[in-house]
Structures are given as structure tokens and as C-alpha cells.
């Protein structure tokens, strides 16, 4: 178990589990959902659970294949999410590539630099950029609702910053003159795109509750 609902708040009615191994996005979809009756559990109680290939053509897709797959296999509740940066002078890339866009494996100080070296002599007004984030719920009979949320910018002409993780030290917010690495974690929180995404499924899910 990863968390326990508050006891305050009020007791879990249900578990969860959280189908992310990415630590960061975790702790981020975690510190958004807390006051939920829910108790999350995370992939490491479940090893022999596969990694859900992320073959769909958008966010909606992957993040449903992997909640729906995740569910049925482990006759659990499952939340996944898929996100990702679409660039408008780059034809909306990487998109759904966005952890792979300077090849499978890269890191993100890579995908970063290709990304930099992409939008080398574009000007600051044309670098505009949109975070996207789709997050799903299913159960073991199939998918329960899907969600999304998204987050605009700019993309910066450094990297800047040292929280967050992925795409954060180039996304710049021109309303904070900084990007979402140099934010940190607060900031971030109230805007990004899984924000959006998260109040949205916190909504529907108490609905269901
Ligand atoms: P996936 O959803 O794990 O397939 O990967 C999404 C990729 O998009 C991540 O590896 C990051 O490169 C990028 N990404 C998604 N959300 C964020 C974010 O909040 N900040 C920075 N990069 C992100």
C-alpha cells in the first residue's frame, strides 16, 4: 500500500491501484487525489503484472489500454494516465513519442536537447506548446471513464530549473517568466494538465461513489 486515506477525511471505500511505475508522476497524481476516500496502491505489490505497450495514437487510447489491461489482469480498480507535449511548429511531436522522442530509452536530458535543437531559430511567439494528460479508470470488465486535462506554453530556448522531471526545465509559463522546473512542485501542481486532468476525475469518481 502507498497510502492510506485520512481517517479524518473519512475511511477508504475503495482500493485503487495506481498503474504508473513513473515515481514522479505518482507522487504528483497522489498529492492531487489526497483527500479522496480511496486507498491507492501501487504496481509493486503486483510483479508478475506486464508493462502495457503504449502503441495507441493518443493520450485517450494509451491510457485506457493500460487501465482496461491492468484491470482485468488484476481484478482490481485501475487508474492510468498517458501525457505527453504536443509542439504547434513541430506538427504537434512528439506527442504520444514524448518519452521516446530521441529514441526508446532515451533520457529526458536527451529528449530535451533534440527537442531544443528542433526549434533552433524559432522565435520565442511561434514556440507555443501544450502539455496533455488523459487519465483513465476501469475495472476488471472494462473501462469505467477517461478524462483529460491540458496546459499551455512556451517552449524555452534552455533548460532551465531542477524540480519536476521530463519536459519541465523547457516548459515555460510566460504569465510566471519561469518554466515548470523552476516553479517547482506547488506551482506546478495548480496548473499542469494532470491537474486539469485529476479535478475532473476526482469529480466523476465521487459521482460514482
Ligand atoms: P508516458 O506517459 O510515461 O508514456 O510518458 C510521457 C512523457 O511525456 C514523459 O516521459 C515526459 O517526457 C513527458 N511528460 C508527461 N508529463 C510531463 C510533465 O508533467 N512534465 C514534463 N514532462 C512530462
Known amino acids: 500500500m502507498i497510502r492510506k486515506a485520512d481517517a479524518r477525511v473519512s475511511s477508504p471505500v475503495r482500493q485503487i491501484l495506481i498503474g504508473t511505475r513513473n515515481i514522479k508522476k505518482r507522487e504528483e497524481i497522489l498529492e492531487i487525489l489526497r483527500e479522496l476516500p480511496v486507498e491507492f496502491l501501487g504496481l509493486e505489490r503486483f510483479p508478475s503484472l506486464p ?7 493518443s493520450f485517450q487510447e494509451n491510457a485506457i489500454k493500460k487501465a ?5 489482469l488484476s481484478g482490481l480498480w485501475v487508474m492510468a494516465e498517458d501525457s505527453g507535449l504536443e509542439v504547434d511548429a ?3 511531436e512528439p ?3 514524448s518519452a521516446r522522442y530521441a529514441g526508446e530509452g532515451a533520457t529526458y536530458e536527451e529528449n530535451n536537447s533534440k527537442l531544443l535543437k528542433a526549434l533552433e531559430g524559432v522565435p ?4 507555443t506548446a501544450t502539455f496533455r494528460c488523459a487519465v483513465a479508470l476501469a475495472r476488471p470488465e472494462g473501462l469505467i471513464f477517461v478524462v483529460e486535462g491540458s496546459c499551455k506554453g512556451l517552449i524555452a530556448q534552455e533548460p532551465r530549473g531542477r524540480h519536476g522531471f521530463g ?3 523547457v516548459f515555460y509559463l510566460p504569465e510566471y517568466k519561469k518554466t515548470f522546473a523552476e516553479l517547482g512542485p506547488e506551482i506546478k501542481n495548480r496548473l499542469s494538465h494532470r ?3 485529476l479535478k475532473r476525475f476526482k469529480e466523476k469518481l465521487l459521482e460514482l461513489f
Open 124 to 127: 520565442t511567439p511561434r514556440r
Open 195 to 197: 491537474t486539469q486532468a
Open 167 to 169: 519536459y519541465d526545465p
Open 51 to 57: 508493462e502495457v505497450l503504449e502503441d495507441g495514437h
Open 68 to 72: 482496461t489491461t491492468l484491470a482485468r
Open 90 to 92: 513541430l506538427g504537434k
Open 95 to 97: 506527442g504520444v513519442f
